[in-house]
């Protein structure tokens, strides 16, 4: 460890290009100190946004009791644009600047997973049509595939063209885990014993149901880890950010199993509550015994969620149809409502519901409080925020799970850490840069050299009376074909005194890694991983030619 501190002070030199006064992040809000970040949109009678409320004009209730308002971002700041910085050779970073600077933070991601082969093509060719027609100037998105995994399309861009050739080469799919196929009508000439029809037919039936549990419980799954993977990649830029979610259904909703309401609570939320448990609900797809077996996994995707500040936008992949579809529209609405989007569902032109999000976050404001209520038990809590100004509607996720992700004695983060490095885009709750020097540029020479600088207000040290304790574990490796090769890790795990610590919440955390080279080409990767709070950043990086 005390080559980790000896390098701090070369931070001015090494990594004095990316440290300037205008690109320094917002110190990241970590878990544990428990503020509630709650995003609301205003929108007045003609559903045109508001952005001049004050902090004064919101009232915030957690389980019916008022809390008192500790931060207060409006949409101006919120909006705050920044110019997209480049990073020099051999520096590589997940922090907020370089992912997404500045304004609103739009995700759009096709379904293919949850959507039916026809349906795919006309929500693609209403992509194009927003892309083309509707997309704004210095508005940023991400595009994202959901089929048997999560995959990037295009990362954070404000080009249109850009966008549009994305979506231009995303071809409909046909959904990995899809529904069972009908039993055949025709058994035979009629000569075959009734019985043994009989049987053969409930034979079946009984595998036309395993096959239709297996593959919609693989689609909870896989849906699930798609959810996990955006609040890691999202979690650390600061703000609110939209999801759309173009999909036919979703196979589960985020309702919570206990409300746990008083009579006035209910009789003011009455139009959106369902009462019933999650292992009673999802659209009616597969059996309660089967969602009850990922209700804690659905819990904390929502905790995820809610951390994350991601509000989803679930747009009906069908438009406009025959059929009302009434549990798979429930669901959509019931994940919006959780998250704090809006749906749109039944509508002919679908590229409206991306402008929706779009148009949201112009009137988008923060409020953040220390809830009263300390203990974090992973119970549900409501949430109202209320207005001072007649005649205005208000948008926000309608509470969250009081969820500790701090990691248990029996907890494996490096499962963790694997999920993240295999994610489409890099984790960012715990923000930091890396420098990577060849084997000729290298202090060591032969070695491949990796540098980390880490954002220490994004760690949550524990304090103790010889000051800060920090646990720490930095990875790194080289990837090719799937094969980890010549991987490395460092645990940190010490206690430092305050003026120590200070110094690295000013100039930031380092440390030095030496690598094995490997052939040309292949690409590094990388990652921090905070033990006292679980939260993971990773980079992939290459070695300088």
Do not use: C
Request: glycine content about 6%.
């Amino acid at each position: 460890m005390p080559r980790m501190l000896a390098l701090a002070i070369l931070i001015p030199t090494l990594f004095s290009p990316l440290r300037s006064p205008a690109q320094e992040p917002a110190p990241a809000i970590r878990v544990s100190t428990h503020l509630v970040l709650v995003d609301v949109t205003a929108t007045d009678r003609q559903g045109k946004p508001v952005t001049d409320l004050k902090r004064e004009d919101f009232v915030v209730e957690e389980n019916g009791k008022t809390q008192k308002i500790a931060t207060f971002v409006s949409p101006a700041e919120n909006q705050a644009n920044a110019a997209a910085t480049t990073l020099p050779p051999g520096i590589f970073s997940n922090l907020p600047q370089f992912r997404s600077p500045g304004g609103p933070i739009v995700v759009l991601v096709l379904d293919a997973l949850n959507t039916p082969f026809k349906d795919q093509a006309y929500a693609r060719d209403q992509m194009l049509k927003f892309v083309r027609d509707q997309y704004k100037p210095g508005q940023r998105m991400a595009i994202f595939a959901l089929a048997g995994t999560l995959i990037r399309l295009q990362d954070f861009t404000t080009d249109p063209r850009v966008l549009y050739a994305a979506v231009v080469h995303h071809l409909p799919k046909l959904p990995q885990y899809g529904v069972a196929q009908e039993a055949p009508s025709d058994l035979g000439d009629g000569s075959a014993d009734i019985a043994t029809v009989s049987e053969v037919s409930s034979a079946l039936d009984t595998f036309d149901a395993a096959e239709l549990a297996f593959a919609e419980d693989r689609r909870v799954e896989i849906t699930l880890n798609a959810l996990d993977s955006l609040s890691r990649m999202l979690g650390g830029m600061t703000g609110r950010k939209s999801v759309v979610w173009v999909t036919g259904a979703f196979p589960f909703t985020l309702i919570p199993e206990e409300r746990g309401l008083s009579a006035a609570e209910l009789k003011d939320v009455l139009p959106n509550i369902n009462t019933r448990r999650p292992d009673t609900l999802a659209g009616g797809t597969y059996s309660s015994i089967q969602r009850g077996s990922h209700t804690q996994e659905i819990r904390d995707a929502a905790a995820r969620l809610s951390n994350a500040q991601v509000a989803i936008y679930p747009i009906d992949a069908r438009g406009l149809s025959i059929s009302t579809h009434f549990n798979d529209e429930r669901t959509m609405r019931e994940i919006a409502d959780e998250t704090g989007g809006r749906v749109y569902v039944n509508q002919n032109e679908i590229k409206d519901g991306v402008a929706l999000a779009f148009a949201d976050n112009s009137s988008s404001y923060t409020l953040g409080y220390y809830p009263e209520n300390k203990k974090f038990d992973g119970e549900y809590r409501h949430i109202k925020t209320k207005i001072a100004r007649e005649g205005l509607e208000l948008h926000y996720r309608k509470g969250y799970y009081a969820t500790d992700f701090t990691p248990k004695k029996d907890s494996h983060p490096e499962q963790g850490v694997a999920a993240a490095l295999g994610d489409a885009a890099p984790a960012t709750t715990v923000p930091f840069t890396v420098r990577v020097k060849s084997p000729a540029d290298n202090a060591v020479k032969g070695k491949v050299g990796v540098d980390f600088l880490v954002d220490a207000n994004s760690i949550s040290g524990e304090d103790t009376s010889a000051g800060k304790h920090l646990d720490l574990a930095f990875y790194a490796a080289f990837v090719s074909a799937g094969k980890v090769l010549s991987p490395r890790s460092i645990k940190v795990d010490r206690t430092f005194d305050q003026k120590t610590y200070q110094q690295m919440v000013q100039q930031g955390i380092m440390l030095h890694m030496d690598l094995d080279p490997q052939a040309t080409g292949f690409p590094l990767i990388l990652a921090v991983h905070d033990n006292h709070s679980g939260l993971i950043g990773t980079v992939r990086a290459f070695v300088p030619q």
